[in-house]
């Protein structure tokens, strides 16, 4: 499942992915019985392969170069014909902001060896990469297309502060947030003062979203930062970016690309001695935009609702799960995540992570190759890194960062 | 059919729409037989209900409340309860560039008193309300949402003049086209240029896509230029722009915003009176980012590929087609739109146009509401405007624009 919580700006989409058995149809749809008759037919959608380039801090190649690489390592996984591919959908955010270069989706398709495809970007902020997603879900399901390459790219590094910290708050209520000061930063501040005040919470109480982002990040090859183990010292010490987030509370600024291809056609999704993975279901929802207006900003309505209805349409419980990749941009977002996604009650989320339970061998492991905080959260792209992830996990190519026996996934963005 | 063209900007999405009869699937589908077959099942789509925010060049409301005017008009065609409304697909270009305001999706649908809904934004620059669309089509015929609200908007003429071109630039290949100085008028210059020299035609050649397209405004209430028909004389002598475009052979920098409703509920579709609309087919191709990249300039690849498909998909030919709303940013793009969707040779649609067959009462109208060039052309918001025109052209509330027994209708982006 991808939940799309945009650090709660407002908007969430849900997308799980299961490992499918090898005889198709054949006993393994007891728990979506209910998503195949919502949909009034039984095509499933496959994640034929997926390709990740490595999340860096100063990308030298272009947006275009660094999406078709993305493209080309997912054919290469999948093991499949780029005539195969018929459309590509990407993931942005701010690429005619930051690099005065809109219309992706042409461009990279034709970088990556495809032509004349259909293309287009979907935009929603930090959950773009979700998004795009979302839209290829519904594009295979249509049956409509057959084979689609989701592309999540974001090069945010070449920008200099002042113009990333402008491009980022677009994703804010503008009006009301953005054009009053307001930066992604700073509403998240608030609502981490507010959890912490609400819930008495100290900041230390959130050491562990932070430390198991780094810990596996640590052997994840395509994630920023590979070799920082995390200590509660140099967490509790670290410089205060905006009261009461420290420096290791909030995700890096980052460049990165990352490709699946969903398909229809289980001869295309086969791969040698690997496992099937299908996507159960998706489900998207948004709250209102500007944190101020809502009734109560610690409920993120989407992301309940994105991932209820998820849940629901694959028919299965959050008992179920076996890894939930949330957005953790910060990690009281992680918190808040988990609470609102019904894993943990409000205000418990911090305890649950004390517990030592979102570890790789916890109850419900999280950030499986770091997170945002630490494999890095190339806005746009991240959803789409989560989704490569998820496939690694339900595939059994994850190495040192595989969870073992994992049958469901929920990704949240 | 809608066919993004984009100016030649290398994308083509093509949608085509027809009257249906009363008795759904009661002998109304020989045409369809290959759509309906290509997609396993028979879900249709259908439009709901249009409504338009009348274009203008100084708009004094924000995006959020254009956006939330036009799904609420939609509403009120419809006489649809907004809570049918499962999604919000937005077609915008440049919002984050000119407003500071990305994620316009959560932000239009709140705005309208739509929540917790699904939103997002598609971006394919002159094709963005176009390709919103398209998503919004796959979207129903996955049978995931029943109802969707297609929102297109743009504000441009808050922004300073070299803001706006620079912001219209990043369509282009940036790193050879924009950063090179060239503009979205200066690479359509090119394009006029080389078909005056390759057929041999004077710029007075062109003055009837001019000529229809205002004489079409002077009808339509929401069109920009209501009041302005236009002598050869004026269109002769008007101020070069980039030579060899003069003012009047290029559509204007304007504000707006349109929304669609399409939904696979038939009885959501029924109107008191009126026709029922669907949409027949869509299909979606891009060439080569760069103009200077590909083989031949004036063959508009993406066009001739999605004009293609929509109507092999929608089992119809050229001939069964009676308006052709094309993408006439550029007179020049109405008649190369003309010749790369296939309904004239290649060099021959300024006679075609210059006979008169492009008139309201012509063998192939276009632009029956003035189209970009008189109309108006708000980037993201113009491909939907072309379907609500397409809808009331269909469903017979085209007013003094009508076009009498109109049963099938190609929408070129």
Chains 1, 2 share one sequence.
């Not at 496959?46 to 801090?57: D, F, S």
């Not at 987030?245 to 909030?250: K, M, Y």
């Not at 890095?376 to 059994?396: I, S």
Request: proline share 4%; hydrophobic share 45%.
């Amino acid at each position: 499942m991808m939940m799309m919580t945009m650090n709660g700006r407002g908007c969430g989409v849900a997308v799980l992915a299961q490992r499918a058995r090898r005889a198709l149809g054949l006993g393994s749809c007891r728990r979506h019985a209910h998503a195949a008759s919502a949909s009034g037919d039984s095509r499933k959608v496959y994640v034929g392969g997926a390709g990740v380039v490595p999340v860096t801090r100063q990308q030298d190649v272009t947006l275009e170069q660094m999406g078709a690489q993305a493209v080309r390592a997912a054919l290469a996984d999948a093991d499949m014909d780029p005539k195969s591919v018929q459309a590509v959908f990407v993931g942005n955010m701010m690429s005619g902001m930051l690099s005065k270069q809109q219309h992706l989706g042409p461009l990279i398709a034709n970088a990556a060896g495809l032509d004349l495809v259909e293309a287009s970007t979907t935009e929603a902020c930090c959950g773009a990469g979700g998004a795009a997603l979302r839209m290829a879900y519904l594009a295979v399901m249509s049956g409509e297309l057959e084979t689609v390459a989701v592309v999540g790219t974001e090069l945010m590094t070449h920008a200099d502060r002042e113009t990333i910290t402008e491009a980022l708050a677009t994703a804010s209520h503008w009006a009301t947030e953005g054009a009053k000061g307001e930066t992604f930063v700073s509403l998240n501040g608030k609502l981490m003062a507010e959890y912490m005040r609400r819930y008495n919470v100290p900041h230390a109480k959130f050491f562990p979203f932070a430390q198991v982002a780094h810990n596996n990040a640590m052997t994840a090859a395509h994630a920023v930062f590979p070799d920082k183990p995390l200590t509660l010292d140099m967490y509790e010490n670290a410089p205060v970016v905006t009261d009461p987030i420290q420096l290791f509370d909030a995700s890096p600024t980052c460049d990165g690309a990352a490709c699946v291809l969903l398909t229809s056609n289980p001869s295309l999704a086969a791969r040698a001695g690997g496992k099937r993975v299908r996507v159960a279901s998706s489900a998207a929802a948004t709250d209102i935009l500007a944190v101020a207006m809502r009734e109560d900003p610690l409920h993120l309505r989407a992301v309940e609702k994105s991932a209820m209805d998820a849940m629901s349409r694959a028919g299965v419980t959050h008992a179920d799960i076996d890894i939930f990749e949330l957005h953790d941009a910060y990690t009281s977002m992680a918190c808040l995540a988990l609470e609102n996604a019904g894993f943990v009650p409000h205000g418990e989320g911090v305890e649950f992570a004390a517990d030592g339970h979102i570890s790789l061998d916890g109850q419900l492991p999280i950030a499986t190759f770091g997170g945002l905080k630490a494999r890095g959260h190339p806005v746009g792209a991240t959803g789409v890194y989560q989704a490569a992830e998820m496939f690694m996990q339900l595939n059994g190519t994850a190495g040192m960062n595989q969870v073992p026996n994992t049958e469901i996934l929920l990704e949240g963005e």
